[in-house]
């Protein structure tokens, strides 16, 4: 009996830990998506109202167009400079983290440990 009730318990502390390591999973994805959506860049094509493709390739073209000739300054004089665009460098190693961590965990000989320890 005291055998079956040992068993028993294991097994309901081995599920919890299964389920929290699948939500933790989960919640690391969704952390995960929610910086990338942040990290990306929106462009205002245009004003909002009902637009074709074409009307919208044009507007992105005209636009383009203006940025290109005005140069890089536009519209700066007077105002106040915000952050400084991110460089290709620190995008790469945002976006690269979980696969660093992955691999600092392998390297390091710590993947055969979990979190419960009996």
Do not use: W
């Amino acid at each position: 009996m005291r055998l079956q009730k040992l068993g028993n318990a294991a097994e309901k502390a081995f599920a919890q830990c299964a389920l929290l390591h699948d939500e933790n999973k989960l919640l690391f994805e969704q952390n995960n998506e929610a910086k990338s959506r942040v990290a990306a860049k929106s462009t205002v094509v245009g004003k909002a109202k009902v637009m074709s493709y074409e009307d919208i390739v044009n507007a992105q073209r005209k636009r383009d167009a203006k940025k290109a000739s005005t140069g890089s300054r536009s519209g700066q004089t007077g105002k106040r400079r915000g952050r400084p665009p991110t460089t290709k460098a620190a995008e790469k190693s945002r976006n690269s983290e979980p696969e660093d961590g992955v691999r600092e965990i392998k390297t390091s000989g710590l993947v055969e440990y979990s979190i419960m320890q009996f």
